[in-house]
Structures are given as C-alpha cells and as structure tokens.
C-alpha cells in the first residue's frame, strides 16, 4: 500500500513508518515540523512539507502521490496545554483535520487510520476500558479526539470512508535500533521526564499527586510500546477494503502501572536513583486508565510484544543515553 503518514516526522508516526517500510510498503510524510523531527524523517522517503490546515497544499500531495490510505498522527498532544490554550487543539486537531478528510475525499482516498486516545473515556466508569463504555472526556485534548471520532462515523456513512480509530493509552519507548525515539519539546511525560532526571540532565521529576484511590497513592495507566502500536496500524490494512467500514479499537497492554511502579523501573534499567518530588494533581489526570484490548487481539491479531513496564522502560534508556539531547535538531 501507499500510505500518506500525516505527521510521520513525530514519535508515533516516525516509529510507523519505520514498520511499514519493513512490512514492503510505501510510505510518504506529510509534516509542517511544529513538532517532528527531520531526523526522524528516514532517508529515501518522500517528504512533503505542510500543514493540514492549508487545502491547497493538500491538493498537490494527493494529486503528487496517489496514495492507497492515510495515516493520521499529526495532532497536539498534551493534555496540560489543552487545558489552557483549547482553541490552539480544536484548530489542530479537529479543523485541520476535517480539512485533511476533505482532501481525502476530493481525491478520492477512502482509507483512513487514525490516531485517538484512552482520554476520550475521561473518568471511566469500569476498568478496563472496553470500546463501548460511554466516552466523556474531562479535558479540550479528549474531547477533540472524540469529536474526530464522531465526524469519522458521519463520514463513513454518508461517503464510505473506512476508518480505522485506535485509542491509545500510554505509548512509550523507543526503536533505538533504528535511531529514532521520543523527543518532544516541551517534554511532559512521565518516562523521558524520570529518564532525564535520572541521568542529571533533567530537574528532579515531580510526582503529580499522591492521594489518588490507587493502590500507592499515584496514578494507575497502561504503558503500551510505540512499536506495538505502530504493528496495529497495519494490521488492520486488510479490513479496510469495504467502504463505510468502522472499526475502533482500544490498544494497551491491559496491565496498570503507577508512577511511583514507573519511577522503579527506571531505577533497575539505568541503575541510577530518579530524584523526586511530590506535588499537587494535575489537572485532566484521570486517576487510572488501563485497557481491555481482547478486540484487537481477537481481530487484528495484534498481541503487544512488550508486555510489562521494565523493558519497555529499557528501549526508552538505550535511546536517552545515545541520544541525550533528542535529536537535537532544535
Ligand atoms: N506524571 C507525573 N509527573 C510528571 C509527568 C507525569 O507524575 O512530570 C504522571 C501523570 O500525572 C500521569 C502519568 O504520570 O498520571 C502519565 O502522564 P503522562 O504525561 O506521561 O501521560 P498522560 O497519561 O497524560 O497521557
């Protein structure tokens, strides 16, 4: 398959082109750079510069590239940021992406995999989260995601788009093998941040709240490895054929883990102390997400190679260590 990779130059996206290329398919990034990495931008792959925002542009790649399918990872992501600045999500997220699905369908593309997340379920009432519990997001960042999510159902419906939705918990890690790994700027995540204090380079991490009905105070969530993932995407390739196919599927490892449980790992990976302070919730922190992804193990065949918290956390070290200053192309 051709795949357009809709911010392939960032970390979900650059860590599935990467799988699609070694399962023989043809990717091509779209990226404005906001966010991604050239770096991450394999050597051979045709790149376009863009933003999803500008139809025009769109209107070159497609009538460039005729492409079988696109993959969409070109979003904002933090949940903190949502918060406070929701108009800067709502015109990512959401308006440039219908503008992407317009431009899809002005040329024709019927095929759409895109990337949700467990913060459409917001506080959920069961755990672990299966598909069709009631999604009510409790920050802008979830409730853009869903929004994409309703639009995409409408879509496939009224013009026989087939769409894939995956709602990720918590991807992590890194393929260091090949060079390429987590590096946002600002970093707010919880594993490179406990990583970057563990090697010096970083303050030490603070602990968002402690007094969460967990088992140790802190937040429970469901670390799944980024390649794990990205092997999802392309399983899914072969249900896609039919228009007006919808499919939405949960990916996690189904085991929760705490903060303090990641902070130990941590520890026992790079054999260093994480120096830690404790501080106030944040805000938007559900106080435990895991999933039940037997769906997409039951139709995908997809089963995480990555199973417990430490070597997912490993793939994460090996890749700070050689690379402490990300990719350092900022
Ligand atoms: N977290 C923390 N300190 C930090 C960053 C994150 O205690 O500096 C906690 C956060 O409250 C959440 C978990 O770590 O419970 C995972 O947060 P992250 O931002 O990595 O991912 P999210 O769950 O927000 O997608």
Redesign the pocket.
Known sequence: MKVLVAGGAGYIGSHCVRQLLAAGHEPVILDNFSYGHRRAVPAGVRLHEASLADAAALDRVFAAERVDLVMHFAAFCY?GESVQAPLKYYLNNVAATYTLLDAMRRHGVRRFVFSSTC?TFGVPARLPIVEDMPQAPINPYGQTKLDVEHALRSLARADGLSFAAFRYF?AAGAAEDRGIGEDHDPE????P?AIGAAQGLRPA?????TDYPTPDG??L?DYVHVDDLSRAHIAVFDRLGQPGSAFFYNLGTGRPTS?RE?IRAVETVSGRPVPVTFGPR?EG?PPA?YADSAKAQRELGWRPKFQSIEPIVETAWRWHSAHPRGYGDR
């Open positions: 949940v913060a918590n707010t995540h919880l594993i941040l991490l603070q602990v968002f709240g802190t937040c969530r903060v990641v944040r922190d997400l």
